[in-house]
């Protein structure tokens, strides 16, 4: 039997979104236009749908095909920033571009940082109602230990120069919810995400693991959280939507953090028992010391300007980044509250009515 599927009211005439032709970006965007079947959530409202791309890198043709107006250019520039903001009085801005791997270090806070403050700037001048935006677990750094899990009340301890943009794009926004401007803003952390139409350098990481050649560095048992993307969509659209949201900090990811071990695991047993794809067990095993000498050269690098992608992903790989998502369950569980009551109230008016 098919379950029912959940609307989410958006109560918009518009939606912004950016970064829509990206990994997680395309979730949302399908979210908004056909819905997200895994999640039963389709976002309701008559609303319309405006996404900002950048110019020559990236392709829109789908998005044009989901009905969305497409504006061209870079949220580093201001001109366009206006434009893609025109006419938005009332609208959602669903902000989730950014640079994770840049071709330089001052990339992180020109894009992270400065280009979420023009983008803000330009939405409380016209008049959007709210903004929800897109941070990571890299301000708050790594846990003190594997069992340790951050909450929205954890102190900021950025991780390199992508933590430090991304602390300081937050302080901008908390700023900005300290005085009640006139756009209400919602920040949304997600961890390591896995799902649907992944980028290249995750298809690199499960060839890795089906050839045996992933890294374990140290014990393995340093924990990750994660998100699947349709359930990061899922919480993104929720926090879009009701109202007690406003001014909030959420952490977005899977309930339970997974030892590196059971990541390389279950990964291999997936692609076996599902795909029939064999695999090699994994006989790649690191001291740990190998993550702390490559921190310390990651660190210089981008004390250069340098950022070295492989460098920094080996840094981390003996490290523990782990949330706790308990504020997130239960506001879900009250935004369900709310459309059951909204649901028997509109019984009960129809009731009256006969």
């Known amino acids: 039997m098919s379950q029912e599927v959940i609307p989410i009211a958006l109560n918009t005439p518009l939606v912004l979104l950016t970064g829509a032709s990206g990994w997680l970006g395309g979730r949302i965007a399908a979210a908004l236009t056909t819905g ?3 999640t039963r959530l389709l976002a309701t409202g008559g609303f319309r749908l405006r996404a ?15 009905g969305m107006q497409i504006v061209i250019g870079d949220i580093r520039d201001m001109e366009t920033v206006r434009a893609f903001m025109a006419g938005a009085e009332g609208a959602i801005l669903i902000h989730i571009a950014g640079v994770v791997h840049p071709k330089s270090v001052a990339q992180f806070e020109a894009i992270n940082t400065q280009g979420t403050i023009n983008l803000l700037t330009a939405a409380q001048k016209i008049g959007v109602r709210r903004a929800i935006v897109m941070s990571s677990n890299s301000p708050m ?21 992508y933590g430090r943009s991304k602390m300081l794009m937050e302080k901008a926004l908390r700023a900005e919810i300290a005085v009640g401007g006139p756009t209400e803003i919602v ?24 050839n045996g050649k992933f890294p374990i560095v140290g014990s393995g048992r340093n924990r990750r959280s994660m998100g699947y993307t349709d359930n990061l969509a899922q919480g ?29 695991e279950t990964i291999s047993k997936v692609l076996h028992e599902d795909f029939g794809i064999r695999f090699k067990a994994n006989m790649v095993r690191l001291p740990s010391f ?3 000498v490559a921190t310390m050269l990651d660190a ?55």
């Open 187 to 210: 920040i949304v952390r997600a961890p390591w995400f896995y799902g649907p139409n992944q980028p290249t350098r995750q298809t690199l990481f499960f060839k890795m693991v089906k």
């Open 290 to 292: 190998v993550a702390d």
């Open 300 to 354: 210089a690098l981008q004390m250069a300007g340098i950022y070295h992608q492989k460098i920094h992903i080996m840094s981390e790989m003996n490290k523990t980044i782990a949330c706790d998502i308990t504020k997130a369950k239960k506001s879900a569980r009250l935004c369900a509250q709310d459309r059951l009551a909204r649901k028997g109230a509109s019984l009960s008016r129809l009731v009256s009515e006969e």
């Open 141 to 161: 750094g790594f846990n003190p230990h594997p069992d340790h899990r951050f909450t929205e009340k954890s102190h900021y301890n950025p991780y390199m120069g």
């Open 36 to 38: 997200l079947p895994e």
């Open 236 to 264: 993104i659209l929720l926090a879009s939507a009701h109202k007690n949201a406003a001014g909030e900090i959420f952490w977005l990811a899977d309930e339970t953090p997974y030892t590196m071990n059971e990541i390389v």
């Open 52 to 66: 900002l791309a950048l110019p020559g890198e990236e392709d829109v043709s789908q998005l044009r095909q989901q």
